[in-house]
């Protein structure tokens, strides 16, 4: 089956900076690559999320970069903001099947 | 996205006994599938609730354990059978129209 590996698993950066959480996958059969941010006590939300047809995607201060020959994703958060301080979880699948996910980095922005 | 919704928020049990986790989705989708999150872990997938089969387990859990109903493409049960404390966890469950997935608020179960 899939196996997730996510790093580092705690990231503490200063506000304005940026940060970069990296994830490998095993199964080259995977093709959609998730990132979830959770907030303690609340239910994983996604914030962006990229396929195997695209190397990169970008939602504002957010981006995803999948490398598939590697398989190798990473998310990248600009201009970090106090609020992006959360628990972030990569994921792999595709299709019909559920998630794998990794074990997850704790971004801890600093005033 | 699709609102979803599940019952119970939490529950403090007893040992030996089960409890059935309801998730409704406000909109029909394809698939349904249901997670487990221990304390400080991260997302275990449990199961694929299947509408009208039996449900598709991962590798550590089973049917009897774990037991999965799809009756219609909105609504799902996930039952925790015999529980002991070990089964302490956040159980959640998600929903997907295509490949992206949305998760409910989660249902948070102590067994004493």
């Known amino acids: 089956g899939e196996n997730v590996e996510q790093h580092p698993s705690t990231l503490s950066v200063q506000e304005g900076d940026s940060a970069v959480i990296k994830c490998t996958y095993s199964?080259?059969?995977?093709?959609?690559f998730p990132w979830y941010k959770q907030e303690l006590g609340k239910r994983p939300q996604l914030i962006i999320d990229i396929r195997s047809n695209v190397g990169e995607k970008k939602d504002q201060r957010i981006a995803v970069t999948l490398n598939k020959t590697a398989k190798h994703f990473s998310l990248h958060i600009t201009e970090t903001q106090p609020e992006d301080s959360a628990v972030y979880f990569c994921a792999a699948g595709g299709g019909a099947d559920g998630l794998t996910f990794g074990k997850g980095t704790h971004l801890i922005i600093q005033p | 996205s699709a609102v979803i919704s599940q019952k119970p928020s939490r529950d403090i049990c007893q040992r030996g006994t089960s409890l059935t986790i309801q998730c409704q989705v406000d909109s029909q989708v394809t698939m349904m599938f249901w997670y487990r999150q221990q304390p400080g872990q991260s997302l275990t997938l449990i199961a694929t609730?299947?509408?009208?089969?039996?449900?598709?387990?991962e590798s550590g859990f089973v049917i009897d354990k774990f037991p999965i109903s799809r009756p219609n493409l909105t609504f799902s049960t996930l039952t925790v059978s015999n529980m002991s404390p070990e089964d302490s966890s956040i159980y959640l469950c998600?929903?997907?129209?295509?490949?992206?997935?949305?998760f409910g608020p989660g249902t948070r179960l102590l067994v004493l």
């Open positions: 609730a299947n509408q009208g089969s039996e449900a598709t387990y």
């Open positions: 199964d080259s059969a995977s093709n959609y």
């Open positions: 998600s929903s997907a129209g295509q490949e992206t997935q949305y």
